[in-house]
């Protein structure tokens, strides 16, 4: 047998599990112990059986000896999956797959202290992008985001109490520098639309929609026919799909903010209309071969299934080499839609609503550099005052 169990009451829903395995060959007492939650002293009863079940199979380790790697594993399946959504875990998982685990993964967790978390930030600062030949280091965004993985994992050790402090709490939170965009000028857009002239209808809409809209490429995926209204002209974004563990997932936008109804330009209805209608005979001649279930996305494969994300990626990059286009990322197109209609004057607060931006300083965040030459040419108009007092003066 384990031994004799007993358990303590530690506070609200709290339980210490104690089980004693006699003594040691200096008399000192063996036990092992771990605090738990539970409704009542009935549930704390069950888990004390339990402990003591898994302590006589040798599965139970004792939180001193735990590893770091093996703690994971134990968060991902007591709180990650119930607690993340996918998509978060998914990229948890990336950070963990390729920069903590291998730095943290061997040690034991409760050796892990501040000082060891303060260096590991300061290595990331240091390492270079990997993959695709891409030049540059970590941005601050990203080490800031790997810092909260790890803050959220040591938390939960905290909370499990298989250790007595969290090393990451006392370690200053990486100051997030915005980078500037890369988008596309107004030449450089009319170039663009130009060249989808010749390109199949479907990604000639898909890009067109997304310069015009700002939408996010998970929006477009996600976007059905029945969120688009082609008689007022209007697109009603409220969900989106993502990609989790190879799955695609459709859901609700992930702010209240993210919902939002966009204005189209009336010029591109007619466009919608003809492509709504090559999509509905598509629809009928696949029959039962459709494979759209109940959506009606968009943007599909020719069986009814959405885009992969990886199509419009690897479309993107062959259209831009195929037309001699500037390369600047799918995602930049957002960034294109903004900034286009930020040096046309229009109103920030439009603008933040037409993205879907929680707030209006969210967007003066990303497009400060914009807003920066934006005032430059508000400096200008000036000018003209000054030099119409130069002209009287020469007259007088």
């Known amino acids: 047998m384990a031994g004799r169990g007993s358990i303590e009451k530690r506070g609200k829903d709290s339980y210490r599990l104690i089980v004693s395995l006699g003594f040691d060959q200096n008399g000192k007492r063996i036990k092992k112990q771990k605090t738990v939650k539970a409704k009542n002293k009935t549930e704390a009863n069950k888990l004390l059986a339990a402990f003591m079940t898994e302590i006589e199979a040798g599965e139970y380790i004792d939180p001193s000896k735990i590893k770091f790697g093996h703690f994971v594993e134990e968060w991902r399946e007591k709180y990650a999956k119930e607690h993340l959504s996918p998509t978060t875990l998914d990229t948890y998982n990336g950070h963990l797959r390729t920069r903590i685990l291998p730095s943290f993964g061997h040690m034991r967790i409760d050796?892990?202290?501040?000082?060891?978390?303060?260096?590991?930030?300061?290595?990331?600062?240091?390492?270079p992008l990997k993959g695709n030949g891409k030049e540059g280091y970590l941005s601050s965004a990203t080490?800031?985001?790997?810092?909260?993985?790890?803050?959220?994992?040591?938390?939960?050790?905290?909370?499990?109490?298989?250790?007595?402090?969290?090393?990451?709490?006392?370690?200053?939170?990486?100051?997030?520098?915005?980078?500037?965009?890369?988008?596309?000028?107004?030449?450089?857009?009319?170039?663009?639309?130009?060249?989808?002239?010749?390109?199949?209808?479907r990604w000639r809409v898909l890009i067109t929609l997304a310069v015009l809209t700002g939408m996010r490429k998970g929006e477009l995926l996600g976007l059905e026919w029945e969120a688009v209204d082609?008689?007022?002209?209007?697109?009603?974004?409220?969900?989106?799909?993502?990609?989790?563990n190879g799955e695609q997932i459709v859901k609700e936008t992930k702010t209240k903010h993210s919902q939002r109804l966009i204005s189209l330009p009336p010029e591109i209805i007619p466009e919608l209309k003809a492509f709504k209608k090559e999509w509905n005979k598509n629809r009928l001649f696949m029959a039962e071969l459709w494979e759209g279930g109940d959506h009606n996305f968009v943007f599909t494969a020719?069986?009814?299934?959405?885009?992969?994300?990886?199509?419009?990626?690897?479309?993107?990059?062959?259209?831009?080499?195929?037309?001699?286009?500037?390369?600047?990322?799918?995602h930049d197109l957002r960034h294109t839609s903004a900034t286009l209609l930020l040096n046309k004057g229009e109103n920030v607060k439009v603008i933040s609503s037409r993205l879907g931006h929680a707030n209006v300083l969210t967007t003066l965040n990303i497009y400060s550099h914009t807003l920066r030459k934006a005032d430059e040419l508000a400096a200008n108009h000036f000018s003209a005052f000054f030099k119409n007092e130069k002209e009287d003066e020469k007259k007088a």
């Open 230 to 244: 082609l008689s007022a002209g209007t697109i009603h974004v409220k969900q989106n799909l993502v990609y989790a």
């Open 302 to 330: 020719y069986h009814g299934k959405p885009l992969h994300q990886h199509s419009i990626k690897n479309w993107w990059s062959r259209f831009i080499k195929r037309h001699g286009l500037r390369y600047i990322r799918f």
């Open 143 to 201: 080490i800031h985001y790997i810092q909260r993985v790890l803050n959220n994992i040591f938390s939960r050790a905290v909370e499990w109490e298989v250790i007595k402090q969290n090393p990451v709490s006392k370690v200053k939170k990486p100051k997030i520098t915005q980078k500037e965009t890369d988008v596309y000028d107004e030449e450089e857009v009319f170039n663009l639309l130009m060249a989808l002239k010749k390109e199949e209808q």
């Open 111 to 127: 050796e892990i202290k501040t000082l060891h978390i303060i260096d590991f930030m300061e290595f990331l600062k240091k390492e």
